[in-house]
């Protein structure tokens, strides 16, 4: 059986502006929200990118010692759960902290079933919904909008509603 293939817009192999600490960020190819002033909408086409396997990823991960995490980003990560799901359950398994945006909110990303349900299950943190080019912000930690959530996933899903993330919001 082929192993399922990832379509990506690229790499930043060392980010400290996706996530707390020194983080490998993947952009996924692909996005059906196209916001307003997006930071990415190279990412936007379906059809753009370039395809790369689980493992082909995980092997540019594991070059650098000192990442403590991953953060998926985009384009739109769930648009592509199920050829992520292999990608981030390698990740956990290596022991670094998974987060993901979207442009959608968790309560939408409930909605859509399996396998979205399964990827937001690997993810810690999730910065969710739409960038807001009304609601743009400089001042907001690890979000481009006032309106987007920084979100500590696990406790989300045992509470059925968004529990905000302690230590990644932006100080008082």
């Not at 502006?17 to 692909?30: A, K, P, S």
């Not at 916001?35 to 370039?50: D, I, K, L, S």
Request: aromatic share 6%.
């Amino acid at each position: 059986m082929e192993e399922t293939r990832i379509r990506i817009a690229g790499f930043t192999p060392e980010s400290i502006v996706d996530g707390i600490g020194l983080r490998f960020t993947v952009f996924v190819q692909g996005c059906p929200h196209r916001c307003e002033g997006c930071h990415n909408p190279q990412t936007h086409p379906a059809g753009g990118g370039r395809l790369y396997t689980a493992e082909e990823i995980l092997e540019k991960i594991e070059r650098n010692p000192l990442l403590s995490g991953v953060t998926l980003s985009g384009g739109e990560p769930f648009a592509q759960a199920a050829a992520l799901l292999p990608l981030a359950r390698g990740v956990r398994e290596r022991g670094l902290h998974l987060c993901a945006y979207s442009g959608y909110t968790f309560e939408e990303l409930l909605t859509l079933g399996e396998p979205v349900r399964s990827l937001l299950e690997e993810c810690q943190v999730l910065i969710d919904g739409p960038f807001l080019l009304a609601q743009r912000t400089l001042e907001k930690r690890f979000a481009g909008s006032r309106n987007q959530r920084i979100l500590d996933v696990s406790a989300s899903l045992a509470a059925g509603e968004p529990v905000l993330m302690e230590g990644w919001q932006t100080p008082a």
